[in-house]
């Protein structure tokens, strides 16, 4: 293996271990196939990947130990759970682009109004939002919409995010057009391995808790 896919492979491992949302089994899994294209020896490869991805994961969770309190993304996974009780769809790391967030929330309101329930709006950040979050810039776009094409409804939606972000003490930048992405600044990407499932089937059991309580 030369020098360069390794490094390729060091700068794909690192950044799945600080996003937080996955375990070793699944960096593995997700990583595997790139070492496959270019080694045959599939033993090796499984084993030298299998290594590499618990010293840098235990390297993580030795760094997360330093983090004292409560943290930005605790912050935001609390408003979000809010959210959800507002019938808004909260989805963390939804997709790789806006296209595929986009496209997860419409899923699970589909999901929702197979069920007799409708959705009121959506939120969402994607990877490349996570990703710069880990980065230099330091800040987090929330995209948010409605599911109707309603822009004063829209615009409630916003609203009603960017309240409950404050109120979890969040420095939140919006100009209240339904074009411009909310942004949370400063937000350090700092996402402790909780064990939590932060998928769809988060909001999806929120939003369902709540109409069940309410009927």
């Known amino acids: 293996m030369n020098k360069e896919l390794k490094k390729e492979i060091f700068e794909h491992i690192d950044a799945y271990v600080k996003y937080g ?6 960096i593995c899994f997700d990583l595997e196939f790139i070492l496959m294209e270019e080694i045959d020896e599939e033993k090796f490869t499984e084993v030298w990947l299998q290594k590499e991805v618990e010293k840098r994961y235990n390297k993580q969770l030795q760094k997360e130990k330093s983090w004292s309190g409560v943290v930005s993304f ?23 682009t806006t296209q595929e967030g986009e496209e997860i929330a419409c899923n699970v309101y589909d999901e929702l109004k197979a069920k007799g329930i409708k959705a009121n709006g959506y939120c969402y950040y994607h990877t490349q939002d996570v ?38 003490n969040l420095e939140v930048h919006w ?29 999806t059991a929120h939003i369902l808790a709540t109409q069940t309580k309410s009927s």
């Open 131 to 168: 990703e710069r979050a880990m980065g230099d810039i330091q800040n987090l776009y929330i995209r948010y919409g409605d599911f109707q094409g309603d822009d004063d409804k829209c615009q409630q939606v916003g609203k009603l995010i960017v309240t409950e972000l404050k109120k979890q």
């Open 21 to 26: 949302f996955y375990d070793v089994e699944d």
């Open 74 to 96: 605790d912050r935001l996974a609390t408003a979000f759970d809010v959210l959800s009780t507002h019938r808004i769809i909260t989805l963390h790391k939804a997709g790789y």
């Open 175 to 203: 100009s209240e057009s339904i074009n411009d992405t909310i942004e949370i600044k400063p937000f350090l990407w700092q996402k402790r391995h909780d064990g939590i499932d932060y998928s769809s089937k988060r909001t």
